[in-house]
């Protein structure tokens, strides 16, 4: 077995996950791997992303992945239960909306989730729904095209700005408490959200839990790097679409 954490998502999305594992063990080394020749996931089937994503994890197992970590909510709702039974001494960690902070921290409120059209439409986050519809009023946002900004290093784009004008209209007099990005791609416009939105509504996305998450796994099952004064991991970046602006874009998400 390897000594690295293959991280993985539909492009490159997870990097906002993959910052958060980085950030509190910098220890490790990290292989980045984003699918961006067959990006967007969200829009595809369930099969199609299943078996991408089950191909995919295979692959970075024969590789010598010690750990994965599936960075993509669309990628996780797909396959993460196929991967559990095939591969169930791998520590193995995926991502969903973070509903729970968000309804837990704003009960009565009305919390916007936006996310692909295909999390949206999937069991998981329907079973997520009734757990905290109770608690509060949850409205899903399925965003097509979104992604494609981050992809094509347009996050900081007047584009994006309108078309998120534009997404989230319907939205600004609806005394919204919450958004919870639920697309591992989305807290790289999170400043066009807040332009959009206003300053008062709290954002929340499933990174930072995600890479706890990941921690706790590995410590569980002894695998967990030692944390050593000025030992830093390396972080190695691969994806699927052969142009070099892919990785050199992916550095610059990174940081
Ligand atoms: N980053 C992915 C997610 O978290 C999806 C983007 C896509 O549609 O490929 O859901």
Known sequence: MGNFIAVFDSGLGGISVLREMVRIMP????????????????????????????????????????????????????????????????????????????????????????????????????????????????????????????????????????FLRELLAPYLDQKLSAVVLGCTHYPFVIHRIREVLGEDVEIYDGGEGTARELRRRLAEAGLLKPKQDGVQGIVEFRNSDPSPEKIILSKRLLR
Do not use: W
Request: hydrophobic share 40%; glycine share 6%; proline share 7%.
């Open 27 to 162: 220890q490790e080394d990290f292989h980045y791997f984003g699918d961006s020749a067959n990006a967007p996931y969200g829009t595809k089937t369930t099969e199609e992303v299943r078996s991408l994503t089950l191909a995919f994890v295979r692959q970075f197992l024969d590789e010598g992945a010690k750990a994965v970590a599936i960075a993509c909510n669309t990628a996780t709702s797909a396959a993460v239960r196929n991967l559990r039974e095939l591969y169930p001494d791998v520590p193995l960690v995926g991502i969903e909306p973070a509903l729970k902070p968000a309804a837990e921290q704003h009960p009565g409120g009305r919390i916007l989730v936006m996310a692909t059209p295909m999390t949206i439409r999937e069991e998981k986050f329907h079973l997520l729904l009734s757990r905290y519809q109770e608690r509060a009023e949850v409205i899903p946002l399925a965003c097509p095209g979104l992604m494609e900004y981050v992809e094509e290093g347009k996050a900081d784009s007047d584009e994006v700005r309108d």
